[in-house]
T-cell receptor, first 117, second 114 residues
Framework: AQKVTQTQTSISVVEKTTVTMDCVYE???????LFWYKQTASGEIVFLIRQDSYKKENATVGHYSLNFQKPKSSIGLIITATQIEDSAVYFCAMREVGAGNTGKLIFGLGTTLQVQP | AQTIHQWPVAEIKAVGSPLSLGCTIKGKSSPNLYWYWQATGGTLQQLFYSITVGQVESVVQLNLSASRPKDDQFILSTEKLLLSHSGFYLCAWSHREISNERLFFGHGTKLSVL
């Protein structure tokens, strides 16, 4: 069965530090895509970064990077030089290639990040 | 540039009353469209998807229905609301036939059923 697990309910960090958020997933598909989205206080959901399962290199976009450990079915999100504006709920999500046009994303429960001055 | 507009922004409705939520996508022809639901403080769950006009597939049964009357419009509705329908409803779109493509979400509709 498909499942995405985020065990950290909330994290609090000081501004300008680095934070890592954990995510593990379960899938029977050999090909899948992993995403991180963030939900701001207004409810808006913003795409951050994606990792394709067949790629060995960790994806990096701006101050977001991923720690993809395929044997452990793990896809951690790393935010460097955190800013107050990074405070949000972060969702890990997975889509199997077999999902086809359903576009179905399986989301984790989310991790609330609070960045303190 | 593509834009996605959801309406209304928020609704307060009585149990048993009807509901209609909508979204419109501009600047993108033949998108895949989706409805997601989020319980307060919870995760996101896909409700429906549509790959073309007039064709909608249900993913979970929540006594809701969806329709796609136009290429750029997606409607979520029910004739009788339940308390359990409360939550945050998000419309989203993606490029067709690109399985690793991200979803683009609307700003959502907050629904309170009393």
């Amino acid at each position: 069965a498909q499942k995405v697990t985020q065990t950290q309910t909330s994290i609090s960090v000081v501004e300008k530090t680095t934070v890592t958020m954990d995510c593990v997933y379960e899938t029977r598909d050999s090909s899948y895509f992993l995403f991180w989205y963030k939900q701001t206080a207004s409810g808006e959901i913003v795409f951050l970064i994606r990792q394709d399962s067949y790629k060995k290199e960790n994806a990096t976009v701006g101050h977001y990077s991923l720690n993809f450990q395929k044997p452990k079915s793990s896809i951690g999100l790393i935010i460097t030089a955190t800013q107050i504006e990074d405070s949000a709920v972060y969702f890990c999500a997975m889509r199997e290639v077999g999902a086809g046009n359903t576009g179905k994303l399986i989301f984790g429960l989310g991790t609330t990040l609070q960045v303190q001055p | 540039a593509q834009t996605i507009h959801q309406w209304p922004v928020a609704e307060i409705k009585a149990v048993g009353s009807p509901l209609s939520l909508g979204c419109t996508i501009k600047g993108k022809s033949s998108p895949n469209l989706y409805w997601y639901w989020q319980a307060t403080g919870g995760t996101l769950q896909q409700l429906f998807y549509s790959i073309t006009v007039g064709q909608v597939e249900s993913v979970v049964q929540l006594n809701l229905s969806a329709s796609r009357p136009k290429d750029d419009q997606f409607i979520l509705s029910t004739e009788k609301l339940l308390l359990s329908h409360s939550g945050f409803y998000l419309c989203a779109w993606s490029h067709r036939e690109i399985s690793n493509e991200r979803l683009f979400f609307g700003h959502g509709t907050k629904l309170s059923v009393l």
